[in-house]
């Protein structure tokens, strides 16, 4: 069964950083196959994605983030890394870990069950 986990989320002031983790139990081929993302979801609001890196550690981020943020993922360690600064009271949201696998290897995503983070004025 597949299991993400995430970590690291917390309250931070403005300004202040934070780096949230990842871990998916997965087996090792179908991680370092697979591009992984990280999404927010504000109360009210719908879930949107922050940041992707793909299987080759090509990177995407929402301009919202651009330069602020930086993911990064650790093949040996299957986990995915958000490392978060300058962060914005704008920033505050459940973050979701999302593993994106290719259809070769049967084509789903998977969820993490979210991390807190909220960021004070």
């Known amino acids: 069964q597949v299991q993400l986990v995430e970590s690291g989320g917390g309250l931070v002031q403005a300004g202040g950083s934070l780096r949230l983790s990842c871990f998916c139990a997965?087996?090792?081929?179908?991680?370092?196959?697979?591009?992984m993302g990280w999404y927010r979801q504000a109360p009210g609001k719908q879930r949107e994605l922050v940041a992707r890196i793909t299987s080759f550690s090509s990177t995407h981020y929402s301009d919202s983030v651009k330069g602020r943020f930086t993911i990064s993922r650790d093949n040996a360690k299957n986990t995915v890394y958000l490392q978060m600064n300058s962060l914005k009271p704008a920033d505050t949201a459940v973050y979701y870990c999302n593993l994106d696998v290719p259809q070769y290897l049967g084509g789903r995503d998977y969820w993490g069950q979210g991390t807190q983070v909220t960021v004070s004025s």
């Open positions: 997965v087996s090792g081929s179908m991680f370092s196959n697979s591009a």
